[in-house]
């Protein structure tokens, strides 16, 4: 499991209990993947009601940078919404997020973290 990974995955509610299966992208680093039996995920979702938010991502598999992401549509990268999973509990991994796209990942954290 990499960081940029999109992975298919059971992600928590955020005000319920339950989860939802659902396509997610992984955020932790290389090193803390290989040495921790779990991950941090980004949720992702076909609503792109918060698109233009600089805590969010949009995907989409119809350009260049989207194309390996794995996705069946136009999709936003949630960056506010993280959860925390083992990695034995990830599905699948059904894509991969482009260096450009990663770059844009990383600004939206900083930008959710308030980070410089």
């Known amino acids: ?16 209990p339950g989860e939802k299966i ?15 039996a779990n991950t941090i995920l980004a949720m992702i979702t076909g609503n792109l009601s918060d698109f233009g938010q600089p805590t969010t991502l949009l ?9 390996g992401s794995g996705l069946n549509g136009a999709s936003l990268v949630k960056c506010y919404n993280l959860a925390t999973v ?20 990383n600004d939206c954290l900083k930008a959710t973290l308030e980070l410089p």
Do not use: W
Not at 59 to 67: E, F, K, M, Q
Not at 86 to 105: A, D, E, M, N
């Open 22 to 36: 659902r396509p997610a992208v992984i955020v932790q680093c290389d090193a803390e993947n290989r040495r921790q």
């Open 1 to 16: 499991m990499k960081r940029g990974d999109v992975v298919v995955v059971p992600f928590p509610y955020q005000d319920q």
């Open 86 to 105: 083992r990695q034995k509990r990830v599905l699948h991994v059904i894509g991969h997020l482009s260096v450009t796209l990663k770059q844009k990942l």
């Open 59 to 67: 995907v989409d598999p119809a350009t260049v940078d989207g194309s």
